[in-house]
């Protein structure tokens, strides 16, 4: 049987095939997530977009030096949060320097997207990026429809499953363009993949090997 798939986590809780977050300002968590070969992705959140140039230059300096480590899976959570307090102006281009650097390397890209929506799809666009996951995806059946026909993913999470037209959109997904995560949450993975099997209408064995399959799909460029 396949295994879970949690495809963006904050923590490990050690019951999945677990991608793990990982803040490229912070040097100590770089290193740590570098030695452990476990899956990670690596970037600068939007939050963090007011830092000093320096520390952002160190930042992708270290996503640059991780591409080729056992373990690196693709460059985020990174991305465009219009409610945030951080200037657009400083988001944009901390947003902007990662997708270049994900298309120059090219590597998948984790996306943090709120309120943000027609921005992020248009940045994605104008740079040809060919892999990306909109993670905890919040929003509509027709957005969603939109990402797949770029050949994106949405990754759903409990935040994902608290608004009801994104559970319409889960209902309505391609399959192909499914992937699933705790994010933040403290929920099991196991029981997030039940109540996403509920609204699908299938098994939760069937659920874990089509985002397993999807998961090498996305990883292996295939």
Known sequence: MAPYVDFHTHRRSG???EILNVEALDAGAVARACQQGQPFSLGVHPWRADVSQTELQEAFSRIEQCVNVDG???????GLDWVSQ?????QMSV???QIELAHRLAVPVVLHCVRAFEEVMQTLRVRKIRRAVFHSFVGSPQQAERV????????FSPRSLMSSR????????APSALLIERDESAESIAS???RIAELRNCSVEELRELVFENYKRLIDNE
């Open 95 to 97: 947003f902007e320097q």
């Open 86 to 90: 951080v200037a657009r102006a400083a």
């Open 15 to 17: 019951d999945a095939l």
């Open 192 to 194: 997030i993949y039940e």
């Open 72 to 78: 690196f899976v693709a460059i985020g959570e990174c």
């Open 166 to 173: 994104t559970c319409d959109a889960i209902r309505q997904i």
């Open 148 to 155: 797949v026909r770029e050949g994106y993913f949405c990754s």
